[in-house]
């Protein structure tokens, strides 16, 4: 893991002394960031943005262009993006040839704090990231100039992991008291981020047990999203998502939902539902089937302390009447 900007990205790689490198990226990222790189020398493969590549398709694609550039096992793939590239870079460099040298430099605040880190590839088939892969990438540099391009909308996809990270973890929900707006965002809180899941990941990659706490507002999250058809981002549902667990923590374990809503408001993140109370929960019903029956959440007791349990219907549904 390197904390550094795109210029360490020579030194990374001859570290590695690959055959070949090759950076996979898309066509927003390839004309601002991906042009500006020097110092090395390397193939790209560019493929169209939007998360409706992320399939196996693309994949194929790509795997064809390794094997006419001559891409050995001994060759490194990099991923140059936000969460959709280093998804697919992942995949790629776990099954092409059984494997072969990956690193991830990621350009979005979400993927900088969660996708690239941790080890977890995919591609949607048939349903959202239902195949993939665990494959650890060989480094991972976070370029914190990168953002600087980011739109705002996706700024704020990405806060709402970071105000998670933040009921996970007192030091970065320290930081982020301290932050006056999302434009403040430093290097500092974002490696704390990292920190958080680092630390969750190294005891628990195959999210046996200990990762779960990671799905803190996701059940919620993932009801929304599909409600929405995927037309509500995944961090606004997960700020809605981190709102009713902390309703939930509040029910069972008197903790201050208000300390969650204080900081969603400040990034501008929503605070209530955008469907009704009963919608969400049939649909959380749905998925209820599908993970053997159980309606499992990831509570707050209190800042920096959660808890994995299944919870009553009933108090589900005073919890998310209450967020409103
Ligand atoms: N593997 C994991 O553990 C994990 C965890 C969380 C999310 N994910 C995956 O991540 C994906 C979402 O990631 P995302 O939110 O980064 O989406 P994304 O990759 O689609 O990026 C969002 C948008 O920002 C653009 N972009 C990227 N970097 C930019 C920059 N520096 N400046 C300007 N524009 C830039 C992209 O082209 C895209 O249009 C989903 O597919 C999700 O499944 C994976």
């Known amino acids: 893991m390197k904390f550094g900007t795109l210029s360490d990205l020579s030194n990374l790689i001859s570290e590695l002394s690959p055959y070949k490198t090759v950076v996979l990226a898309n066509t927003t990222v390839e004309k601002l960031w991906l042009d500006r790189l020097d110092g090395f020398e390397a193939e790209r493969i560019v493929i169209p943005d939007g998360e409706e590549h992320k399939n196996i398709e693309t ?35 776990s099954t092409y040839m059984r494997g072969t040298m990956l690193g991830l ?74 932050l006056g707006s999302v434009e403040d965002l430093d290097r500092e809180l974002v490696k704390a981020c990292v920190e958080v899941k680092l630390r969750v990941v190294e005891e628990d990659l195959r999210e046996g047990g200990k990762r779960r706490i990671l799905n803190l507002g996701h059940t919620t999250a993932h009801a929304i999203e599909k409600l929405s058809n995927y037309t509500i981002k995944h961090g606004f549902a997960v700020a809605v998502g981190l709102m009713v667990a902390a309703k939930l923590g509040e029910i069972l374990y008197n903790f201050d939902p208000g300390k969650v809503e204080e900081l969603l408001r400040k990034f501008e993140l929503p605070t209530g539902l955008p469907f009704e109370p009963e919608k969400i929960l049939g649909e959380m019903r749905l998925d209820k089937k599908a993970w053997y029956g159980r309606l499992t959440f990831v509570v707050p007791i209190e800042v920096g302390e959660v808890t994995i349990e299944e919870v009553e219907e009933d108090v589900v549904r005073r919890a998310l009447e209450a967020v409103g």
Do not use: C
């Open 59 to 93: 994949v194929k694609g790509i795997w064809a262009k390794l094997q006419e550039l001559g891409f050995t096992r001994k060759s490194l793939l990099i991923g140059l993006g936000g969460g959709v590239i280093t998804d697919i870079a992942g995949f790629v460099a």
């Open 105 to 178: 430099v990621p350009t979005t605040l979400l993927a900088q704090v969660d996708a690239a880190i941790g080890g977890k590839t995919g591609i949607n088939f048939n349903g959202k990231n239902m195949v993939g892969t665990f494959y650890l990438p060989d480094f991972v540099l976070i370029a914190h100039e990168t953002l600087s391009t980011l739109p705002r909308v996706e700024l704020l996809n990405g806060m709402a992991e970071v105000v998670k990270y933040g009921i996970l973890d007192r030091k970065v929900y320290s930081l982020l008291k301290k």
